[in-house]
Nanobody
């Protein structure tokens, strides 16, 4: 199982970025893809997830209404569209996969076995 993120970068406050997570190495199983982020000096936090079973989603309060998670099954890719970015969103963003799971809820690190390498998002003027 492999996850590869891309799309990070430097953006001004109020700007937008779209992160991508290409997933490979498993088929015909239910799974949940989550996005985590780790800001400097802080613990990683799970901020969003989407279920392959019914496309249900979860958003942590601080990103609700600004970020959108969605999947393109033809491309085996999960996206995180991030709008109205603020300096508080600066972090390394990771996608992670949890296989044989249909329920999407507040992501917890120990539940995920497969992780991408991370992509840096910096929000600064």
């Amino acid at each position: 199982v492999q996850l590869v993120e891309s799309g990070g970068g430097l953006v001004q406050p109020g700007g937008s970025l779209r992160l991508s997570c290409v997933v490979s190495g498993f088929t015909r199983v239910y799974y949940v893809i989550s996005w985590f982020r780790q800001a400097p000096g802080k613990e990683p936090e799970g901020i969003s997830c989407v279920s392959s079973g019914d496309d249900s989603t979860y958003y942590e309060d601080s990103i609700e209404g600004r970020f959108t998670i969605f999947r393109d099954t033809a491309k085996n890719t999960t996206y995180l569209q991030m709008n109205s970015l603020s300096p508080d969103d600066t972090a390394v963003y990771y996608c992670a996969a949890r296989l044989f799971e249909r329920l999407c809820g507040p992501p917890l690190r120990y539940e995920y076995d497969y992780w991408g390498q991370g992509t840096q998002v910096t929000v600064s003027s």
